[in-house]
């Protein structure tokens, strides 16, 4: 079955600190990953996709298939982070994402 | 286009009334889904579209639930007798095709049963 495990609830750090958002998964194949994040009071909306190997407001991720990890880092978090961040995998010829239960990251200042 | 739009933004209703949801995607993107959001919890999905044609269903979505893409633009999002279950975000997201830029999502009706 596919499943996306994001381990903790919430992570808090302190400006200027590093993050890693963690998120595991479970897929037999090729999956595409994508980490989505909703600010306070916004919609959801797409951070980045493993496919594009980008930078996005600082946050990489990269996509391990050994360990069946796509975790979310940035060297310095800001205030600005601070937000609820979803992985999601969609698998095979799926159409569907599949969503983890998200990690609310918490900068403060 | 200012996005995908969803209708109302605010729903309560009393147990074992119908209600419909209405939701506009881009109007490019030929592909639109359904997800439901409950506290602490990501987004679970419901069903999907494909133009006019309705791809996929989970297992989430009862009998009670049934959604619609008449012409291949809008779709509505039905939930009969409703529970206080069914309480919850309910999202609409679009995308074009099956592309990696994933879906852009609307910004969710909330309803709560009563």
């Known amino acids: 079955a596919q499943r996306v495990t994001q381990p903790e609830k919430l992570l808090s750090v302190f400006k200027g600190a590093p993050v890693e958002l963690k998120c595991n998964y479970s897929y037999s194949g090729s999956p595409e990953l994508f980490w989505y994040v909703q600010y306070s009071r916004q919609r959801l909306q797409l951070l980045l996709r493993?496919?594009s190997r980008e930078s996005i407001k600082g946050f990489t991720a990269d996509l391990n298939k050994g360990e069946t990890s796509f975790h979310l880092k940035k060297p310095f978090a800001q205030e600005e982070d601070s937000a609820m961040y979803y992985c999601?995998?969609?698998?095979?010829?799926?159409?569907?994402?599949?969503f983890g239960k998200g990690t609310k990251l918490s900068v403060k200042p | 286009d200012t996005g995908v739009s969803q209708d109302p933004r605010h729903k309560i209703t009393k147990r074992g009334q119908n209600v419909t949801f209405r939701c506009d995607p881009i109007s490019e993107h030929n592909r639109l889904y359904w997800y439901r959001q409950t506290l602490g919890q990501g987004p679970e999905f419901l069903t999907y579209?494909?133009?006019?044609?309705?791809?996929?269903k989970s297992r989430l979505l009862s009998d009670r639930f049934s959604a619609e893409r008449p012409k291949g633009s809008f779709s509505t999002l039905e939930i009969q007798r409703t529970e206080q279950g069914d309480s919850a975000m309910y999202l609409c997201?679009?995308?074009?095709?099956?592309?990696?830029?994933?879906?852009?999502f609307g910004s969710g009706t909330r309803l709560t049963v009563v």
């Open positions: 999601a995998l969609r698998g095979g010829s799926q159409g569907n994402l599949i």
């Open positions: 579209f494909q133009n006019e044609a309705q791809l996929e």
């Open positions: 997201a679009s995308s074009i095709r099956r592309d990696s830029y994933g879906y852009t």
């Open positions: 493993h496919i």
